[in-house]
């Protein structure tokens, strides 16, 4: 099976109590550690970026074995708080000197499980309709990642795209990376970053024969939701 979930925000050694962004973040590790329960090692879980408050890997050390621990294979892509980011090579070199066998890498790549493939990226949001310079080098360069993944995925019939960033909220809308899905027959897109007053600007629903989802954890109260 296939799950996914978004934006765990773990701060085992990072001094980042979530609760203050709201009571239902109140002890947000117990309550994944028991949404998970349904989750089977056999299965899969995308977790769509902001995985830790950790500021180097070193930091987030007890957050990856947290994440290591709960049952199943994980699939992780970047968020804007991901910090501790660096290059893939990195991570994976880390990962393996401490014994962190279920975590896997979403960039630049894609992964095939029963069937489908999955693909996708951080995304970006531009604050205006008029971007700087700065936030069109970010999307464009978020366009390309999108497009190496669904290429990755060659001719498999169903790919799912991951985002950290909604590609659609409000008014904004990402029409190039919508573009990019629609150019590879893309049909689901889930995405995570929006949390607490934010949620009702959210689009979950379908928008050109693309259906979007909302899967930051306290949106799903913390229980990663069954893709297939």
């Known amino acids: 099976m296939l ?3 978004g934006d765990l925000h773990l701060s085992f050694e990072a001094d980042k109590p979530m609760d203050i ?34 500021m180097d890997m070193k930091g987030c050390l007890e957050d990856f074995r947290f994440i290591d621990r709960l049952p199943g294979r994980k699939i992780i892509l ?7 980011w660096s290059t893939v090579t990195k991570a994976r070199t880390f990962f393996a000197e401490n014994d962190i066998g279920t975590i896997e890498i979403l960039n630049n790549n894609c992964f095939f499980r029963e069937g489908i493939a999955v693909c ?6 531009c604050p205006s309709e008029s971007p700087s310079p700065h936030d069109r080098k970010l999307m464009l360069r978020e366009v390309q990642r999108l497009e ?3 290429k990755a995925a060659g001719e498999c019939s169903r790919k799912l795209v ?17 573009g990019v899905m629609e150019r590879y027959g893309v049909r689901e897109c889930y995405y995570g970053h929006i949390h607490g007053a934010g949620r009702p600007l959210a689009f979950e629903g379908e928008d050109r024969g693309i259906r979007y989802k909302l899967v930051s954890a306290d949106h799903l109260r913390f229980r990663p939701i069954k893709i297939l």
């Open 148 to 150: 190496t993944s669904l």
């Open 162 to 178: 991951f985002l950290h960033y909604p590609p659609i909220f409000g008014k904004f809308y990402a029409g190039e990376l919508i």
């Open 120 to 125: 996708g990226t951080r995304g970006w949001m």
């Open 3 to 5: 799950w996914t979930i």
């Open 78 to 84: 970047k968020g804007n708080h991901d910090y501790w």
């Open 21 to 54: 962004f709201g009571p239902e973040w109140a002890g947000h590790a117990d309550k994944l550690i028991r949404g998970f329960e349904d989750v089977r090692e056999a299965d899969t879980t995308v977790i769509c970026g902001d995985l830790t408050w950790g």
